[in-house]
Structures are given as structure tokens and as C-alpha cells.
């Protein structure tokens, strides 16, 4: 049985993973802001470093897998471009970082991390945004969103996506990385009835945009389908899946770019 990492793990599709790998008898280190084994701030370095560290100690420099679900949805808010970019970008790219070396020691580690659909199907996203967090620089990527005012958020999000995936993606073919035994993937859910839905449902305009999106399977999706998503990219069906992306949305990729392949 493995010991697995799961960041976001007190809530949706985090804890439904945790949920289904300790059900399968592995043995799950959760890290979240509260009701977890490593309780962190992922929107700060400082929570960041202890984040990774803490998980480093309890699993004594082996870990099997590792599941980056730890995210913020675009809700409004002033300092909502921050928060997203800090926990959904660096959230994930500084604990990898963190722990590669955990991931090599067991020579067969599998790592799934949060995208989302928006990185295909969410228009104006700021290439410049991406580029600058992908160059490390949280600064320069929140420049890129003040011409959107009130849409600030929703581009911080879709940037915070698609430079994680590209972060993901390069990563995944590197020779530390890939010749090390780490298969790097990620899951790109689309509307999930999961809290930070839930929240965006509660704000009318919010939910306007979100019903208004075409989901041709319809309704919302379930947590613990994509937590079975990701527990199967978990295991050993995933040894020959490097830097892919598996969409699971109900169908809006589709209907938006049907030909875009
Ligand atoms: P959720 O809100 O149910 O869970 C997110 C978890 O992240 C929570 O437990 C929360 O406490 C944790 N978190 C937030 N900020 C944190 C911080 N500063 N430090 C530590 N932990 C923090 O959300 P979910 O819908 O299960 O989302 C999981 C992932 O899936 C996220 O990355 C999200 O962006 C992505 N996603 C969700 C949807 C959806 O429709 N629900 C769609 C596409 C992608």
C-alpha cells in the first residue's frame, strides 16, 4: 500500500480522493488550511515551505503519489486575483518542487494536479499573465488582470489553470522528472457540485455565467466520479501517461472546440 499526499483535501474533489485511497488501504497525508494533518496557508511562501516540509517528515522521503486539489474558485473579491494565483499556481508548483525528491525515492510515484476546463474553453485569458507566472513572477502575472476590473478574478483563474498545466506539461518530459519513474498528469474537471460551486451559485451573477454554459451531458458534475478519475491516474494504468490531461466536463470541451485536436 502507498503513502499519498493530497493537498485541498478537506473538501470536494480533494476529500473524495482521500476518501477512496484510504478506502483502498493506502495511507494519505492531507494538507489544507484547516481540518487537516498539515494545516497550511498555501497562499503564502511561508505556508508554502512549512507545507512541504511537514509532508517531507511524515512521510520520511518516500511518497508514492501525490494529488493537488488545493484551489480558489473566481469568485469576486479585491485581493481574489492574489489569493488565486498564490494557491492555485504556486499552491501547486512549489510543493512539487518540494517534494520531487520524495516522489523519485519510490522510482514509480504518480502525481495528479488540478486544471480545469477553462484552460480550454475560457476566452481572453492574458498570455502575458501566463507567462509571467510560469517566469515565477506573481507580480508581473497581477498587472495582467487590473485592465479586467470586476473580470480580474475569472482571468486570474483561467491564467492560474493553464500555466499550472504548462507547468505541469514541461515538467512532465524532463529527465528528473520522467527518468525518475514521476508520471506528471492532470485532471481538467468542468462545473462540479463540490463548495466552491456551491459559493459561486450563491452569487446571482455568478450563477447567471454558469448556467448560461453549455454542459451538453447536463447538470453539474459529481466529486467522487472525478475522485475515481483520479485514483485510477493513481495507479498503474498511469505508467505510460506522461503530461497528459484529462478532461472531464460533460461535454462543454466538446461542444466548444469539437475539431480543435
Ligand atoms: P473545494 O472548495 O470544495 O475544495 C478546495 C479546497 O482547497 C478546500 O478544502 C480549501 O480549504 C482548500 N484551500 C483553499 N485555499 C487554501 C489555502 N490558502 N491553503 C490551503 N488550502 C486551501 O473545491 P473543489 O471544487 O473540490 O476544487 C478542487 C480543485 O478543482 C480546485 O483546484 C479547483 O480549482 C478545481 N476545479 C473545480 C471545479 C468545480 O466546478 N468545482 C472545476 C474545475 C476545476
Not at 497525508?29 to 517531507?56: C, N, P, Y
Not at 478532461?247 to 470541451?253: T, Y
Amino acid at each position: 500500500m502507498g503513502v499519498y499526499a493530497v493537498t485541498g483535501s478537506a473538501s470536494g474533489m480533494g476529500a473524495a480522493v482521500v476518501q477512496r485511497l484510504i478506502d483502498a488501504g493506502h495511507r494519505v497525508i492531507t494538507v489544507d488550511i484547516a481540518q487537516a494533518d498539515v494545516v497550511a496557508d498555501l497562499s503564502t511562501a511561508g505556508g508554502r515551505r512549512d507545507a512541504a516540509e511537514k509532508v517531507l517528515a511524515a512521510c520520511g522521503g518516500r511518497l508514492d503519489g501525490a494529488v493537488l486539489a488545493a484551489g480558489l474558485g473566481p469568485s469576486p473579491g479585491r485581493d481574489r486575483p492574489r489569493l488565486i494565483t498564490q494557491v492555485n499556481y504556486f499552491g501547486v508548483v512549489d510543493l512539487l518542487e518540494g517534494w520531487r525528491e520524495a516522489l523519485a525515492a519510490t522510482g514509480n510515484a504518480k502525481v495528479v494536479v488540478f486544471s480545469s476546463n477553462s484552460t480550454t474553453t475560457m476566452p481572453m485569458v492574458p498570455n502575458r499573465a501566463i507567462a509571467a507566472l510560469l517566469d515565477g513572477d506573481a507580480e508581473r502575472a497581477l498587472r495582467a488582470y487590473r485592465p479586467f476590473a470586476k473580470m480580474a478574478p475569472t482571468m486570474a483563474y483561467g491564467a492560474s489553470k493553464v500555466a499550472v498545466t504548462h507547468w505541469m506539461r514541461r515538467r512532465s518530459v524532463e529527465p528528473e522528472w520522467v527518468r525518475a519513474g514521476i508520471r506528471l498528469n492532470a485532471i481538467a474537471p468542468g462545473a462540479v457540485l463540490t463548495p466552491l460551486l456551491e459559493k459561486q451559485l450563491a452569487t446571482p451573477g455568478e450563477a447567471r455565467a454558469i448556467k448560461s454554459f453549455p454542459v451538453p451531458a447536463g447538470g453539474y458534475g459529481d466529486a467522487g466520479l472525478l475522485a475515481d478519475w483520479v485514483v485510477h491516474m493513481l495507479g498503474p494504468a498511469a505508467d505510460f501517461m506522461v503530461g497528459s490531461v484529462v478532461i472531464v466536463d460533460g461535454g462543454s470541451d466538446a461542444w466548444f472546440r469539437a475539431d480543435d485536436w
